[in-house]
């Protein structure tokens, strides 16, 4: 059970080019969220998606597309990468009654340059 | 739109001391809330939540609706206390967190 994992774990991209970063959860959660993680902004919501073939804007979503074509998956990517996309990038998922308590992955670490 | 307010960015303690981490949030509703616990080299992970009024690795946290603020405090830190710490909220009926800035807790030996 290896709950939720990302790939990859680092990536340098050079400005202008595109990248997509993988998801999967292993726990049949209907939820899944990504997160972009900077420092002295905590982590802030990009997009969501509360099922399969589902997404939502969330807070920061400018610059990044989702799709959710299985359960298992939430893709993220960046069209065009631009040095402000350079963060800390943190998949979740949840099951339907405990939004609240969302399960981690260990994050992808991108720098644009 | 609801947010969550972390003021300290660095709380630095030594071993045995009493530890408040503040979070206050803005939201009109009645919302749910939850600390979140970052070790190093670890998963950011869920430490309590205020509905389960329950102590988790010593720490507890009280909502206070009138102050609208839910601190995490142990009355003694320990070394392996030190981490990042988030406080989040989730509005009723919604389906996503909004996380604080983190708190960075250092407890020295």
């Known amino acids: 059970n290896a709950g939720v994992t990302q790939t990859p774990k680092f990536r340098v991209l050079k400005t202008g080019q595109s990248m997509t970063l993988l998801c999967a959860q292993d726990?049949?959660?209907?939820?899944m969220y990504w997160y972009r993680q900077d420092p002295g902004m905590g982590l802030r919501l990009i997009h969501y998606?509360?099922?399969?073939?589902?997404?939502a804007k969330g807070e920061v979503p400018d610059g990044y597309n989702v799709s959710r074509l299985k359960k298992q998956n939430f893709l993220l990517g960046l069209e065009s990468a631009a040095p402000s996309q350079t963060s800390v990038y943190f998949c979740?998922?949840?099951?339907?009654?405990?939004?609240?308590?969302?399960?981690f992955g260990p994050g992808t670490r991108l720098t644009v340059t | 739109a609801q947010r969550v307010t972390q003021p300290e960015k660095l709380l630095s303690v030594f071993k045995g001391a009493p530890v408040e981490l503040k979070c206050n949030y803005s939201?009109?509703?009645?919302?749910?809330l939850f600390w979140y616990v970052q070790y190093s080299r670890q998963r950011l992970q869920l430490l309590l939540r205020h509905i389960s009024r329950e102590s988790i690795k010593g720490f507890t946290a009280d909502l206070n609706k009138g102050e609208t603020s839910f601190h995490l405090k142990k009355p003694f830190a320990q070394e392996e206390d030190s981490a990042m710490y988030y406080c989040a909220l989730i509005r009723t009926g919604r389906r996503a967190l909004t996380f604080g800035s983190g708190t960075r807790l250092q407890v020295q030996p």
């Open positions: 979740a998922s949840s099951d339907i009654q405990g939004v609240g308590e969302q399960y």
């Open positions: 998606s509360v099922g399969e073939g589902t997404t």
């Open positions: 726990m049949n959660h209907e939820y």
């Open positions: 939201y009109s509703g009645s919302p749910e």
